[in-house]
């Protein structure tokens, strides 16, 4: 645990940047929301369901929204674990040095677009997208609060490591705060 903080701090410093806080809450309603980034690992069981599960209930809540995707998984992956989506940028281990220097330039230009919303679905910790999720600009960022070191500006407490029940309790969650 010591050399992966340790390891992260040094990423940090070597990338040039200074983390991205999160942004006060949005001040219109979901409906009126243009752009959601999803950061999602790939490698737990239920992903692919939940990402679907996402989708569907995240166009219902943010018609207008342009969905994109931030998929990590690991370079032995079967084909049928991935999900097909036309604005989903997949990444590894290998888009990152040892220090999270990130290699990918798509995922560089992912991290540099402001967005009103960021959903982070992992229901474990995963270092490479916490550095990830570090450095994206969101009004909103949301996550699981068992994830989360001063990240997110909405934690989602979430009863299980499910992550399809994840996705439920995040939509559930952001109908009863900002209305939908």
């Known amino acids: 645990m010591f050399l992966q903080k340790l390891r992260t701090l040094i990423g940090h410093n070597i990338n040039g940047r200074k983390r991205v806080k999160p942004c006060l809450l949005p001040n219109k309603k979901l409906a009126e929301i243009s752009k959601i980034l999803v950061v999602a690992d790939m490698t737990e069981n239920d992903s692919t369901a939940a990402i679907n599960n996402l989708k569907q209930k995240a166009k219902q809540l943010c018609?207008?929204?342009?969905?994109?995707?931030?998929?990590?998984?690991?370079?032995?992956?079967?084909?049928?674990?991935?999900?097909?989506?036309?604005?989903?940028?997949?990444?590894?281990?290998?888009?990152?040095?040892?220090?999270?220097?990130?290699?990918?330039?798509?995922?560089?230009?992912?991290?540099?677009?402001?967005?009103?919303?960021?959903?982070?679905?992992?229901?474990?910790?995963?270092?490479?997208?916490?550095?990830?999720?570090?450095?994206?600009?969101a009004r909103l960022k949301v996550g699981r609060r068992s994830n989360d070191n001063g990240q997110f500006n909405f934690m989602i407490d979430s009863a299980t490591n499910n992550m399809l029940q994840l996705t439920n309790d995040i939509i559930g969650n952001l109908k009863m705060v900002f209305g939908g």
Not at 77 to 85: D, F, N, Q
Not at 103 to 116: G, P, T, V
């Open 63 to 137: 018609p207008k929204a342009d969905i994109t995707f931030i998929c990590f998984y690991l370079p032995n992956a079967h084909k049928g674990t991935l999900i097909s989506y036309n604005g989903c940028e997949y990444i590894t281990p290998k888009d990152f040095s040892f220090f999270f220097k990130i290699r990918n330039e798509n995922l560089r230009n992912y991290i540099s677009r402001e967005y009103d919303m960021a959903m982070f679905l992992a229901s474990t910790n995963n270092p490479y997208l916490e550095f990830v999720n570090a450095y994206i600009r």
